[in-house]
């Protein structure tokens, strides 16, 4: 309620759990008695909510790499090593600006550092010292125009709209920064058509080959891997503005939500509801009080003997709650202390895939 004031809120019981300790299980019978109890939860969950669905995250690599969106999926499909501006109303605020700018501040910042550590050679003989410098140009260039979209950004006002010409400024300035090939000369990423038709088998179809591949290497290593201002890197920076903005713009109060557009709303109800499947797959997301834990590496086996369960937090990204590598959030607390209610010695523990 501290930082989001009128984020209503309501409570309801939907089941109450009659558990056991799990000190008092049988260890044989303990990842059984777990299962039945996440099992539980998910069917009162359903019971009330009706069965959970999976949010898709917005992505510039959506059906490139073979998953399908779901019906109503409010976004643009990508086009393999093409900008990706997720429709025409992004960005829907000048928060999604800030956000924007502040991963690629991030990016470049990185690459900065990078290029001052590339020697000549991976730029093509002849070329090394002018492509560093083409390099790092280009580099101090866009950290300067991101820095000064952040600044206006929070000038503005985060929860404003952005106007028509500001609007179209910075995705045109995305578009300007954003490249796909780091070197000056792009025959040196070229995929030789030569010998592509050859029969297969024959010495000069795998000659082809092999260029083919050498190239393609190439290509990865100067994606956005290595290179900040590559289109992948300002994609990622365009994906995670459409995720984390927009959830701002949601959770702050009403007038900023309404900034977004009716199909990216809908969209998002899925994203925050109180029932729904992980994005990543697996089961449902577990915030809980009590209960049997859930098990990532083993902190329940430890703490079994002597700990019970006070809370846990899962990964969700709908809270802005990421625990390690999608892992969960738990406190511990004895028996003896829980009575006492002396919560300052309860443990913490933070476990990730």
């Known amino acids: 309620p501290r930082v989001f004031p009128r984020w209503a809120m309501a409570f309801t019981v939907i089941r109450s759990f009659a558990e056991r300790p799990i000190r008092d299980i049988d260890p044989a019978s303990e990842a059984r008695y777990a ?4 099992d539980a939860q998910q069917t009162a969950f359903t019971n009330a909510f009706g069965p959970a669905r999976r949010w898709t995250i917005p992505s510039a690599s959506l059906a490139l790499d073979g998953t399908e969106p779901p019906p109503g999926y409010p976004f ?34 990185r690459g900065s550092v990078m290029a001052g550590r590339w020697g000549a050679e991976r730029f093509p ?32 006002g985060h929860f404003a709209p952005v106007p028509a010409d500001r609007h179209a400024a910075f995705r045109a300035w995305l578009g300007s920064i954003a490249r796909t090939a780091l070197y000056p000369d792009p025959a040196v ?50 994906e995670r503005s459409v995720v984390d903005a927009t959830d701002g713009c949601i959770a702050y109060a009403p007038d900023p939500a309404a900034l ?14 109180a029932w729904r499947h992980r994005s990543w797959g697996g089961s449902a997301t ?8 859930a098990n990532i590496q083993d902190a329940p086996t430890r703490f079994r003997d002597s700990h019970v ?28 202390d829980l009575r006492g209610g002396r ?3 309860v443990v913490v523990t933070v476990e990730g895939h």
């Not at 299962?35 to 996440?38: A, G, K, M, R």
């Not at 101090?140 to 600044?151: F, H, V």
């Not at 592509?196 to 000659?207: I, T, V």
């Not at 577990?286 to 834990?293: D, S």
């Open 35 to 38: 299962t039945l109890f996440e």
């Open 76 to 109: 643009r499909l990508p086009t393999l090593g093409a900008l990706w501006l997720p429709d025409d109303a992004w960005p829907y605020a000048w928060l999604h600006v800030h956000v924007c700018a502040v991963r690629l501040l991030d990016r470049l910042g």
């Open 286 to 293: 577990r915030h809980q009080l009590l209960g049997a834990p």
């Open 125 to 156: 003989p002849g070329t090394g010292a002018a492509a560093l410098r083409d390099v790092q140009a280009r580099i101090d260039s866009a950290l300067d125009a991101a820095l000064a979209w952040k600044r206006e950004a929070a000038a503005a």
């Open 260 to 273: 977004l557009p009716a199909p990216v709303l809908d969209h998002w109800r899925l994203h925050n509801a």
């Open 189 to 238: 990423t070229r995929i030789d058509p030569d010998g592509s038709d050859a029969p297969p088998g024959s010495a000069a179809h795998e000659a082809w080959r092999s260029r083919q591949a050498a190239a393609m290497a190439e290509r990865a290593r100067w994606s956005g891997k290595t290179d900040p201002l590559h289109v992948t890197s300002v994609n990622e920076a365009i």
């Open 343 to 345: 919560f300052d010695r």
């Open 309 to 336: 369960l006070l809370a846990q937090f899962d990964s969700d990204p709908g809270q802005y709650f990421m625990w390690g590598d999608m892992g969960v959030l738990q406190y511990w607390i004895t028996w003896d």
